[in-house]
């Protein structure tokens, strides 16, 4: 079965502290993004990547870099948290074509005081 | 403007009655997901149709593509259906989901 985990489940940051997390896919999708969900709203795209060593911006990409060292790997960085980068964030993968759905990973709950 | 929209933002629902919840895009689309998900919770997908109709067990999704919108119908709902629905579509000629604002589902004892 198609497996997108992510790490840290949970993490407290500082404002101005840098932030990093990581997703990690087993499917061997070409396709990963980088969601963001606030309380009671859905998700909105932050960034994604369709082949290794390359990132593309998303809807809402100010404030993050994305990094795609690997097609199994890809994290989404924040180099000065903010408070409104509290949020839950979810990635994904996809195969490459038409017709695939999406894959999601469990989410990471970032608060950032 | 919200590309996706969801309707209603709220359900209550008796134990076994039948839930209709609605989408609908301001583009066209090539497929269009539902997932599930409990309050703080993964997201869990559970129908993914590009057109016609699907069903997966109590779940049936209908999909109109050149009308744009997309229904989920929920039978004999449980206590445990209770939770938020979300709807997500992939836009013609992009490979990223656009999701709605989610309908809040409370099925009552």
């Known amino acids: 079965e198609a497996a997108v985990t992510q790490s840290p489940r949970s993490k407290v940051a500082v404002t101005g502290g840098k932030v990093t997390l990581s997703c990690h896919q087993t499917?061997?999708?070409?396709?990963m993004y980088w969601y963001r969900q606030d309380t009671g709203h859905g998700l909105r795209l932050i960034h994604y990547?369709?082949?290794?060593?390359?990132?593309e911006k998303g809807d809402i990409p100010d404030g993050y870099k994305a990094s795609r060292p690997s097609q199994e790997n890809f994290s989404l960085i924040l180099e000065l948290a903010s408070l409104s980068q509290t949020a839950v964030y979810f990635c994904?993968?996809?195969?490459?074509?038409?017709?695939?759905?999406?894959?999601f990973g469990p989410g990471t709950r970032l608060t950032v005081l | 403007e919200q590309q996706v929209q969801q309707s209603p933002a709220s359900l209550v629902l008796q134990e076994a009655e039948n839930a209709e919840l609605q989408c609908s895009f301001s583009i066209f689309t090539n497929q269009v997901q539902w997932f599930y998900q409990r309050p703080g919770g993964r997201l869990v997908s559970l129908l993914y149709?590009?057109?016609g109709t699907k069903q997966s067990g109590r779940l049936t999704s209908t999909t109109v593509i050149k009308e744009r919108r997309s229904s989920l119908h929920i039978s004999s709902s449980q206590i445990t259906d209770s939770g938020t629905y979300l709807c997500a579509m992939e836009p013609s000629g992009s490979w990223q989901l656009i999701f709605g604002s989610g309908t809040q589902l409370t099925v009552m004892p």
């Open positions: 499917n061997n999708h070409d396709y």
């Open positions: 990547s369709y082949v290794a060593d390359s990132t």
């Open positions: 149709n590009p057109s």
């Open positions: 994904a993968s996809r195969e490459t074509g038409g017709d695939y759905e999406q894959y």
